[in-house]
């Protein structure tokens, strides 16, 4: 059965749609116009703009498009929409904000406070995996899948601690401390091994863990979050079996492991980019080494 019988808002979240497109106008007035009102403010880079409509783009994508209907469908869908969401996004958004704006966050009295306290690295990293696998317990899971509300909450608390922890890779201020990249390594390598366990959970399980993607009660309720309840009520649907082939214990090991690949090649991307600079930066440190010590053994003879 197609998903279209669900409708146009069900499947492209038009007021969803205008409400991203109304944040980045309002970004890019406060990141041009507006921000010659704020003191230390500096020209918005190409970088940073392309970098935060990327993540405008990536947020209807993933929350926006048929790709979120899917992912109350299906639990394959589900997990790759939450690993794109949690372990991709936010690099955008991050390197999407000018560094003076993060300096300001900085330096605000309070907030500036409880943001160097949840960026350090053990606290942004444990307390990411602590919630993404909290999130991903069976008896969690069900209570936040059939409730708005919760479901709301959860899924911002999430990012917001996926930006907190991607924070000490990407941001780096003057005045501020700096993690060694040795340190980053160990940080993305730490965090792979960490995420693994609530992986291992879904894959390995012996039987379908989440009644929200194979009981058909549970189903439909979890349906109203991303449906019009009265487009949901008009339709006569027995369960998700209807739009998905596989059987639940499949669909939900293919979820985990999808899950498991692309959070393995985002942070495999990052290894690579923090190795690569490192080394760029050790040998630019050492040939400016030789060339020191070259002109003071010159300096010395010519003496």
Not at 32 to 40: A, D, E, N, Y
Not at 98 to 104: H, Q, S
Request: with cysteine.
């Amino acid at each position: 059965m197609s998903i279209s019988i669900f409708g146009f808002q069900a499947l492209w979240s038009p007021y969803y749609f205008l409400i991203l497109v109304l944040v980045t106008v309002l970004y890019f007035l406060a990141m041009t116009t507006w921000r010659h009102k704020i003191r230390g403010s500096e020209p918005l880079q190409k970088s940073e703009a392309v970098n935060f409509v990327l993540g405008m783009v990536m947020l209807y994508i993933l929350k926006g498009s048929p790709i979120d209907l899917m992912g109350h469908i299906t639990f394959t869908m589900h997990m790759t929409q939450m690993a794109f969401l949690l372990l991709l996004t936010p690099i955008f958004f991050i390197k999407g904000i000018p560094l003076w704006v993060w300096r300001k966050v900085i330096e605000a009295p309070v907030i500036g406070s409880v943001i160097k306290l949840l960026t350090r690295p053990l606290i942004s990293l444990f307390t990411f995996v602590f919630l993404f696998s909290f999130y991903h317990l069976p008896s969690v899971f069900d209570v936040v899948k059939l409730s708005m509300t919760l479901h709301g909450i959860y899924t911002v608390l999430l990012f917001i601690t996926a930006c907190l922890m991607y924070w000490p890779l990407l941001i780096e201020l003057e005045g501020q401390p700096k993690m060694k990249n040795i340190n980053k390594l160990a940080y993305i390598a730490g965090n792979a091994v960490l995420i693994t366990p609530a992986c291992a959970l879904i894959i390995f399980a012996s039987e379908p863990l989440y009644a929200t993607f194979y009981e058909a009660e549970y189903w439909l309720q979890s349906m109203a979050l991303c449906v019009p309840l009265d487009t949901l009520a008009g339709l006569n649907l027995s369960g998700p079996e209807l739009f998905n082939n596989m059987d639940p214990r499949s669909d939900q090991q293919i979820g985990g492991v999808l899950m498991k690949i692309v959070q393995e090649i985002i942070f495999g991307v990052i290894l690579f980019r923090v190795f690569n600079k490192w080394w760029k930066s050790e040998r630019k440190n050492q040939n400016e080494i030789t060339e020191q010590a070259l002109r003071d053994f010159q300096d010395r003879v010519n003496y």
